[in-house]
């Protein structure tokens, strides 16, 4: 086994989360003139199986809970100072919605304009005059619009991360697969992992031997092993954080790996470029992407796993995409009559059971955290998350205007997060 470097921090993970994270680290440890090294390391730095590369890019604060709230607003005030780095388009979060959701966000509203969040809320019939295109508007109780929200770029948000991360001497380390940590009396020492060096070289590159791991938890057969002590532990894997948690004993039955499916389709008489993200009453999100219209529905049957095969295709009334995507939208809205299916893939979504994330210090453990499954918002949340799992790791506590972050320690003190406008 080669020994390698020591790092005083070192992340398993560089999504999107674990390079805000670094950053936002990295950042505050230079505010304080504190010097600490920092350290990556991700199986694939690319991503291209990571949920950060597979997500609609839809940015929203519009949550039940305090936490998730804060979180989101902080990153988009954030989000709003960067916006031509990571394309930020601020042009709202239409929902049309079923009595279920309606209900939910007339009850979330006080929060909304407590926090500041300018949303409005809309009757039926004012739905046809603020989208024109919707043709049909039975079955829609309400239209909410989120102004404070909109798209982002995720892969420039990532890269604006571990810009900002490397120019403090952040060390980004591809090629690695965590596959042990040494931590004994609640306190890890050291990590280990498969040096995947060498791949990337045979016929399938290194795309088809991530997602291999990514799915089976392990490569096949014997790889040299590298070796990187640590003074703390953040354990930032996404989806697969619970296996990363098993590794120093910490066994995890909330997080779940689930297939979530979306597409890119051509629909030439329709053009939503005037809005956001619009969500329709049938739970299928959908916004203007270039040319085309990118859409996604979430099988709330799907079972656990890490599923990375798309089903979405076909033309056929059988399948999947004229199912959960092409009716309900051609039900609801003029421009969606003529429709080719350009391209989809599947990504792995890290489910909960409140659908809240879980960020903070790993119970059990002196120098073990963890920012993980934040379920569909992950990359809305990322900007705050980085910043209030900083401190959590500097200070013990988040900063004031986030301090509900608190909330989504494993413990969870305040009680069950659940989230009820949840894609
Ligand atoms: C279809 C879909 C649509 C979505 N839409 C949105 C949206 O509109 N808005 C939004 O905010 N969120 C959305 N999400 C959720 C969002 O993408 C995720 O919450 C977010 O990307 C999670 O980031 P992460 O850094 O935790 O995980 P990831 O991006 O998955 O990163 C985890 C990294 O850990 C690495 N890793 C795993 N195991 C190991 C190991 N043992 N050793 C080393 N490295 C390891 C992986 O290679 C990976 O790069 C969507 C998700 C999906 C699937």
Known sequence: MAMGNRFDFLFAGAGILGSSAACALSMELERR?????????????????????????GVRATWRNRANIELCKYSIDFYETISEIIQFRELGYYWMHGSASWKEINENHPLYVEY???????????????????????????LSISRKAGLIDHYSLREYYRGSAKARGVKFIGGCFVNGVDARDGKARAVTAYDFGGLGKGPGGFSDAAKEILTKGAPDGDLPMIEFECGTFINTAGAWAPAVAKLYGFQDDEIKPRRRQMVVMDAPDADLSAYGMV??????????EGTGILAGYSNMDEPVGYNFDFSFGGMSEESQFV?????????????FEKVRLVRGWAGIY??????SGYLGKVPGYD????????????????????????????DGKPRSELKHAADLSRERKAGALYEGLHL
């Open 116 to 142: 500041g969040l300018p949303v409005e809320l809309h009757a039926p019939g004012d739905v046809q005059r603020i989208i024109p295109l919707v043709s049909n508007t039975e079955d829609i109780d309400g």
């Open 323 to 335: 199912k959960y995507i092409w009716e309900p939208l051609y039900r609801r809205m003029n421009g």
């Open 367 to 394: 120098n073990i955290y963890e920012c993980a499954a934040h379920t569909g918002r992950g990359l809305m949340i990322s900007y705050g998350a980085g910043v209030a799992l900083a401190d959590i790791i500097l």
């Open 33 to 57: 003139g504190e010097k600490a090294s920092i350290g990556v390391l991700d199986l694939d730095l690319e991503g291209e199986h990571s949920s950060t590369l597979k997500n609609a890019g």
């Open 279 to 288: 969500i329709d009453t049938s739970d299928v999100y959908f916004h203007q």
């Open 350 to 355: 890290a489910e909960t059971p409140d659908r």
